[in-house]
């Protein structure tokens, strides 16, 4: 079956820890916190990202109209040629692999 850890009875246990709460006297609420005015550099946490993976045009707005006009503008100008690019990097991938697949 599946292991179990030993439960070793503890006399002193009181429960679920709850931390205390202690009041900050500086604190200000900032309603406005998330709001830049320049912003210089940006940053992207990553996890996983295949190989080939390309970040460029950037554009940061709550304007989703704007966003449509610039995507348009962009990304419709490179996404055939980066898209037969990337399916030749794969085709190649591919014949590689298989190569050594046969060893």
């Not at 599946?2 to 202690?22: L, S």
């Not at 900032?30 to 970040?55: N, R």
């Amino acid at each position: 079956g599946e292991w179990k850890p030993k439960q070793i009875d503890n006399p002193a246990y009181k429960g679920k820890w709850v931390h205390p709460e202690i009041d900050n006297p500086e604190y200000v609420e900032d309603k406005d916190l998330y709001k830049y005015t320049d912003i210089g550099a940006v940053g992207f946490d990553l996890w996983q990202v295949k190989s080939g993976t390309i970040f460029d045009n950037i554009l940061i707005t709550d304007d989703e109209s704007k966003a449509e006009e610039v995507g348009k503008e962009l990304w419709e100008k490179t996404k055939d040629a980066e898209k037969t690019m990337k399916d030749k990097q794969d085709e190649e991938e591919r014949k590689v692999r298989e190569e050594e697949d046969k060893k």
